[in-house]
């Protein structure tokens, strides 16, 4: 198995980015790279992602409970690994990053739930990725913190330039909340790396948050 690094974060907060300097880094390096970024919109396997998210199962993320949105998600993960990138990941030269993955279950499904249920959404959801569907577990997590106030500025400013439409999760102020909440329980409980993003109320550049990543990837 390749080096498999998941980089994950409220919306916003800079994952793509991140994401595409980590390559560009590496290599530089002379390392075989491969990035993914999850869902696959492009893909047929993301269907039922793309109906959960365009409010087509509910105009609220609370709509669709934790466990059926995971395995959306999931089902997304697991089609493409099978089709596409298990050759990526089998290769012990081939370093794979992932924008998003089942990490993004581990925060914006958590927060779903009441916080005595936590432990017990997290043991399942470990257990049926990794071990029922059989995908692979990243070896570092890089968890990039943004509070919702700024990463929900961020997404608001990218929709208007753009003409992005918000999905169910970014139009929902108070589950973002929530997320963040369940991002920094799970950065703890799963041991990721936390890299907070911002000074104050002020985002830290976009080469400054790389330099932390970067030490960190070296030592893996």
Not at 32 to 39: A, E
Not at 187 to 193: G, V
Request: with cysteine.
């Amino acid at each position: 198995m390749g080096k498999f690094i998941a980089i994950d974060g409220l919306d916003g907060s800079g994952k793509g980015t991140q994401s595409e300097k980590l390559v560009e880094y590496l290599k530089s390096q002379g390392k075989k790279v491969r990035v993914l970024s999850f869902p696959v919109y492009e893909n047929e396997s993301s269907t039922f992602v793309k109906m959960y998210l365009e409010g087509k199962l509910g105009d609220k993320p609370s709509d669709t409970n934790a466990y059926a949105a995971s395995m959306f998600f999931a089902s997304d993960r697991y089609i493409s690994y099978a089709t596409d990138w298990k050759r990526d990941i089998d290769d012990k030269d081939t370093y794979v990053i992932a924008n998003r993955y089942t990490t993004a279950n581990a925060v914006h499904q958590l927060s779903k739930l009441p916080e005595e249920e936590w432990d017990r959404f997290l043991a399942w959801l470990w257990d049926f990725e990794f071990k029922k569907l059989g995908l692979p577990e990243p070896e570092l997590v890089l968890y990039l913190e943004l509070p919702p106030k700024l990463s929900l500025s961020l997404v608001k400013s990218r929709s208007k330039e753009t003409g992005q439409k918000m999905d169910i999760h970014e139009l929902d102020t108070e589950y973002m909340e929530k997320c963040y909440d369940a991002a920094l329980y799970s950065c703890e409980k799963l041991n990721w790396n936390r890299i907070q993003c911002y000074d104050g109320d002020v985002i830290r550049t976009r080469e400054d948050i790389f330099e932390e990543i970067a030490s960190i990837v070296d030592k893996l």
